[in-house]
């Protein structure tokens, strides 16, 4: 009640005329910033008098409306921000706002905008990890803690603060990291599982049955949020169907939720183009924005700010590797936020990927090669090659057309050092053809060959390089034509690797299945039959070595 007398107070104060500051020396327990939080959560703007305005405006000729409505609105940023641009001091950037009947954000709504939100966390977290701020917390939490009128609501304080319980609980904690809980207690737990699995049918049949329901049970729900996207792209209304999903979500579930507009753009496109497309496809763990079955293309749509953080980016790379590894078949391609600023770009993306793009003739003398930066070469990886994936990179060669980039070429240091070993080279004489890449527009034949030759070049620079090595993936059909057209000797055969599936397409390491069947003192063979679990060989990788002595 009290709270809700000084709330009223304020809003009361304000519209009589005082300024924050005034309302601060009258109110106690009040700073300015809960003021004008206050004001701001209630909409509260003060009326001014023409006579205000005219002072104002003629005080700040240079602050106009549009000039405000341009950097708090149309750009978002802070009052402070502002003020700083506009060199006027923060309260009076304020009251200009106000003046122009702009409308102040709520802190929700200051905090809904990505890159304020993030500005917060980073000043909380560098507040938080000083020391002085942990001491302070402390001496406040001994404080609080030692008033008995604090106290009182917590009845389970009165327990931990007796003698008996104080014992039970240090003989419990010490009990926990004492050998004997290690030595006893949890082989007992392991050894009865273990025995309740592996003798037990009808035990294990029941928890296979179950995971089953759950599991079919997910897809089934899957497949009609598939069907329910498609229904309302089709129909027109997505948009209204979207909007009402987003206001019957919680906050921190619509990201995952949704689909952006993007990807209802993505799927206009793919239907206006007569492909077949189905939505917010599984592969094992992960959900893919778009499939095209087909072409065996499955495609992201990358917000600009939420794939360039940390933990989105590594998101990406597990997922990438995971279909680059298990399920080579599959071509993973990016679209990315701002490139739907040109639909037409888009519209011609798919159509290369899905081959009905029509191919650009030109000359080998008009192409121009140089070195390029680390983002032209990711962003031209991700669209055209079938890995999607930069890989190692320390040199990294552009072909340009008409200032066109239409191929890349990339060399790295190698991973492995056998081929090093093998040949009595150290590791950093040798460099690796991670990367060969052209535009779908521009295929020609003896291109990629050519290019190859322009780069040796290139690589010739750096005189401590005495050998370069390439490996062909017979797994995507590629024989090495390239590198023998262009000299390359081929230098040996790269032994295959597997990996097992299950029938709904998860993936097990080989060595997680052999770690299972040796638990049930099973065969990796008998355990894969015995569970549903299909054996996938990939194929040989031909190695190719060029010498530059």
């Not at 680059?324 to 519209?347: A, D, G, M, T, V």
């Not at 040798?430 to 780069?455: G, T, V």
Request: charged share 30%; proline share 2%; aromatic share 12%.
């Amino acid at each position: 009640m009290k709270n809700i007398d000084l709330k009223n107070k304020v809003i009361s104060l304000y519209k009589e005329g005082l300024s924050g500051l005034k309302i601060k020396e009258q109110i106690d327990g009040y700073s300015l910033a809960r003021i004008y939080q206050i004001l701001r959560s209630e909409k509260i703007t003060r009326s001014f008098s023409e006579s205000d305005k005219l002072k104002f405006i003629n005080r700040y000729p240079n602050v106009t409306k549009e000039l405000l409505y341009d950097l708090y609105i149309i750009k978002q940023l802070t009052i402070p921000k502002i003020a700083s641009e506009i060199k006027v001091r923060k309260d009076i950037t304020r009251r200009l706002l106000l003046l122009y009947n702009i409308t102040l954000r709520t802190t929700k709504e200051h905090l809904a905008i990505p890159k304020h939100r993030q500005t917060l966390k980073d000043a909380i977290s560098k507040v938080a990890n000083t020391t002085k701020f942990r001491l302070m917390v402390s001496k406040n939490s001994k404080k609080m803690w030692s008033d008995r009128n604090y106290k009182i609501p917590y009845k389970q304080l009165e327990i931990m603060n007796t003698k008996e319980y104080k014992i039970k609980m240090r003989k419990i904690m010490l009990d926990r990291h004492r050998s004997e809980w290690h030595d006893k207690i949890k082989p007992l737990i392991s050894n009865g599982l273990y025995k309740l699995w592996s003798e037990n049918q009808q035990y294990r049949d029941k928890i296979l049955s179950k995971l089953r329901e759950m599991r079919e049970k997910s897809y089934e729900q899957l497949h009609e949020w598939r069907e329910s996207i498609k229904d309302h792209v089709e129909a027109g209304t997505y948009s209204q169907f979207r909007e009402n999903l987003i206001k019957s979500t919680k906050m921190e579930t619509r990201m995952s939720f949704c689909i952006s507009k993007q990807q209802v753009i993505l799927y206009n496109l793919l239907k206006n183009l007569d492909i077949n497309f189905i939505p917010e496809y599984n592969i094992g763990h992960y959900l893919f924005d778009c499939f095209l079955p087909d072409y065996n293309i499955l495609i992201e749509v990358n917000g600009d700010y939420w794939h360039n953080q940390p933990k989105t980016i590594r998101n990406d790379k597990a997922k990438s590797t995971y279909i680059e590894k298990y399920f080579p078949q599959y071509q993973l391609k990016y679209l990315w936020e701002h490139e739907f600023k040109c639909i037409n770009r888009i519209s011609d993306l798919l159509q290369y990927w899905t081959n009905k793009g029509q191919t650009i003739d030109f000359k080998f003398n008009d192409i121009n090669a140089r070195e390029i930066d680390y983002l032209s070469t990711k962003f031209f990886l991700e669209k055209f090659h079938y890995i999607s994936k930069i890989g190692n990179n320390s040199i990294k060669l552009g072909f340009e057309l008409n200032d066109k980039l239409i191929g890349v070429i990339t060399y790295g240091h190698i991973v492995r050092n056998e081929t090093a070993t093998r040949l009595n080279l150290n590791s950093n004489q040798i460099l690796e053809l991670s990367r060969l890449c052209i535009h779908p527009a521009y295929q020609k034949k003896n291109f990629a060959s050519w290019m190859i030759s322009k780069s040796i070049g290139f690589v010739k620079t750096h005189p401590n390089i005495k050998l370069l090595v390439s490996f062909a993936d017979t797994t995507f059909n590629h024989s090495g034509t390239i590198y023998k057209a262009s000299n390359w000797t081929l230098d040996g055969v790269v032994k295959p690797s597997y990996w097992y599936v299950d029938k709904d397409g998860y993936v097990m390491h080989k060595k997680t299945l052999w770690d299972h069947a040796m638990s049930l003192k099973l065969s990796e063979k008998v355990f894969a039959e015995k569970y549903g679990y299909t054996k996938i060989n990939g194929k040989e990788k031909l190695r190719f070595i060029y010498h530059l002595d």
